[in-house]
């Protein structure tokens, strides 16, 4: 379903935009009537999508809340769009936890783990299905097979061995996706999220195919940050390549940047140049003497919230490195120092880092690629059609490998092989979260001692992240492209020397 262009993505898109022209041009005495009205302009005359125009309104109303930054309405209360917006009204906003919510008026409760026959069942004279049935759960009804619900274990063997597939697996696509399983089920059977397994990698979000899960947003906040002439420097994963077009150079993305209002554009890409150089040098200093038994990257914040949540003894072996965005972000205020940083990237977990108390005051705002593309509708910017301007920061091929699975790991490896040839490299990298737990397990029972081990909480890397705009297959080729038209292979050892503390 990522790979294609759904009304899902549709309407996220549109309630982004619908935001940002709010933030950009309403004023303090209609601001609450241009919030009011946005479910209107989004849902007009009659229901495109569901049984009525009033649940679609619901669902659209309570998708602004959650763009604006806010926390759902209660479901049993009278409670206004606006209200407690006056908090949002600002420029400065924070994440709050949970990130990821469902809205109820819009999760169809699917069911969560069930096997049903379907209409494919051709009566046969066999029946394997009701042979290898653990518990007799399968019976002959009208010479079809019937599933008992009551005595089925979700065993899956009647699936297995049903010679016209037959038998479908209903799942939860949401909770299918979730690699910590945490989606579980509300007293109404909708999907619920467990924000204590939660960490935030937005796979349920782009898995639901009712748009149910949204995460909440910073984008009005920034959006008047600019409007209001604020100094504010845009750092971007290197993950932006081909986001917006395959038109779109990086001088043509920078400049519909600074057309939007950002003061300068940097890669991030910079940053995961001093962290590989950090890594490598951490891990021949720590890993191959045998001080720590193995070096767990921190570069995804999924991947880490799950190593610490889950694997506490673990902790010690998670880097202790800055990750590429808060190294960036330290090394522009070292330049800017009254400036605001907004990350621009692929994730949404990095939305949970950045409000971090050690963080905070690195990274103001962190906005994902799908919600910079309403910022550039609200603004009737194509970023293909500017006129190039100036370049972005001269990374290297390391640093921008970041953006794609075993990256990371490759990017370390490299660096080490060159600055530190004694060492010998053992090298592990897991992606999605199912795998990286997997990964965390043995490295806990000792069987990945001496690795570097890089996890990326989405399957494909920060190219496949929750908030991109294309399909992972087309992002990771220009990636290719773009890391092949780097001058530098590797970063220089003297990068470990810049002082970001």
Known sequence: MRSVETPVKKIRREVFTEI???????????????IEAIPYHIVKERATYRESIYRERAVASERVRLAMGMSLRPENEAVHITA?????NIDEKYYEPPLMQVIPSACDACEPNKYEVSNMCRGCVAHPCKQVCPKNAISIVNGKSVID???????????AICPYDAISKMERPCARACGVKAIGSDNLGRAAIDPKKCVSCGMCMVSCPFGAISDKSQIFQLSRALREGKEIIAEVAPAFVGQF???????????ALLKLGFKEVYEVALGADIGAIAEAHHYAEKVSTGELPFLLTSCCPSWSMLAKKQFPDLIDSVSQELTPMVASARSIKQKYPNAGVVFIGPCAAKKLEASRTDVRSDVEFVITFEELQGMFDAKGIDPAMMEEQGSLHNATAAGRGYAIAGGVAQAIEECLQEYHPEVPVHIEHAEGLAECKKVLTLAKAGKMNGCLIEGMGCPGGCMAGAGTNIPLK???AELKKYKASSTKKLPVAELIEIELD
């Open 84 to 88: 407690g917006m006056e908090n949002s």
């Open 474 to 476: 087309e992002a990771a």
């Open 245 to 255: 077009g395959k038109d779109v150079t990086a001088a043509k993305f920078k400049a």
């Open 20 to 34: 940002c022209k709010v933030a950009f041009a309403s004023t303090k005495d209609n601001f609450n009537d241009e």
């Open 149 to 159: 619900q009551e005595k089925c274990i979700k065993c899956g063997k009647c699936k």
